[in-house]
């Protein structure tokens, strides 16, 4: 069974930027796609972005485009979302998230498993 950590939330001034980490741990990604979504307080869980196993494509959120970058280091288990120009309604809990199947999807539910997530802060 695989478990996936995430790290790297925290604090950070508007129009800054933070790198989050989800390590996978009891198992490998396989070929699988790995996305990260958000939840901020009183809304849905929503699609940030999502990468292929090979890393040749992604897909990211309107919300967060050309801020934010997904990456992935195969070798480490480990998937990371660079996010840059942060703004304080980017304020959420980040969960990442990883699939067995190796097409991007939008969904949560095509995601097989789930990380606690890490709370990233944005002050104004």
């Known amino acids: 069974q695989v478990q996936l950590a995430e790290s790297g939330g925290g604090l950070v001034e508007a129009g800054g930027s933070l790198r989050l980490s989800c390590a996978a741990s009891g198992g490998t990604f396989g070929s699988g796609a790995m996305a990260w979504f958000r939840q901020s307080a009183g809304k849905e869980r929503e699609f940030a972005a999502a990468?292929?196993?090979?890393?040749?494509?992604?897909a990211y959120g309107d919300s967060v485009k050309g801020r934010f970058t997904i990456s992935r280091d195969n070798a480490k288990n480990t998937a990371y979302l660079q996010m840059n120009l942060l703004k304080p309604e980017d304020t959420a809990v980040y969960y990442c998230a990883a699939r067995k199947g190796s097409i991007i999807v939008r969904p949560q539910r095509g995601y097989d498993y789930w990380g606690q997530g890490t709370q990233v802060t944005v002050s104004s």
């Open positions: 990468i292929t196993w090979s890393g040749g494509v992604t």
